[in-house]
């Protein structure tokens, strides 16, 4: 990411952030505050009116060479969260530290339940039924999508689940478009949402890509206990509850963090703390 939009990212973010692995996370530690701002009004300017929450696993994903065009988008995020501990442990090593850990499972409970009080127009695109039934319950009007499985680099696959979304974008006319897929195919569906809502200049809601948080908050899928929350293992007790499905992503594709850890510190030592 080049540091003259990271700065200009900081800039519009009224100097509360902190680049660090490509991305200019949110730096205030304060996840109520951060609520406030997204459903608040959007200020006018040129980042993706996206909320995304970077880990390990999406850093290191990133620098594949089938991602390079998410990798280019993605930092352009308005509200980007540090949800992987060892992003947090990173910056305070090489300066100056993020706050805290900001992770998308604690976000959505809160911002879902105030779009339920106040019966905000929202949408939702969960991984399955059984998901969308339960969330609908609480907020009835919701729009819904289920997208088949598909490939999302795809062209023709992708395309579909994007008309889908747009018809009931056009029914629902949602403030919030809560995105609960897999990684990397929430990304693509959101941006090529926002790419055709721009072109047609359709109202621009916020995208929120919370991934599994959906499920967390609906007890469908166990969240670590708090005290591995604070130690940062909480991927640790997903590896326990799906060692067969998550061996490979932890012990093995996650192992290259180590080498954008080093050139995050040898960035750092040779050009100093981030004044931004």
Known sequence: MATAVLTENARQRGGSSRPLFGFDFENGGDLSAIVERVLGPQPADNRLPFVVTPNVDY????????????????PRARYVLPDGQPIVWTSRIVKPSLKSRLPGSSMFPVIWKRVVADQRRAMIVAA?????????????????VVPPHFDAAHPMQLGAVVRSCLDVIEKVRPEFIFFGISFPKQQRVALALEEELRRIGGT???????????????????????????????????????????????FVTDTRFAWLFARELISAKLTGPSKV
């Open 128 to 144: 399955n039924e059984e998901t969308a039934v339960q969330l609908r319950r609480e907020l009835p009007d919701v729009g819904v």
């Open 59 to 74: 850093i290191v994903r990133l620098r594949e060479p089938g991602l390079a065009d998410l990798a280019k988008a993605l």
């Open 204 to 250: 621009m809601p916020i995208f929120l890509l919370l991934g599994g948080s959906f499920e967390m908050y609906l007890g469908t899928t166990r969240r670590a206990p708090t005290w591995m929350q604070r130690a940062g293992l909480e991927w640790f007790f997903r590896f326990l509850m799906e060692p067969k499905r998550l061996f490979r992503r932890y």
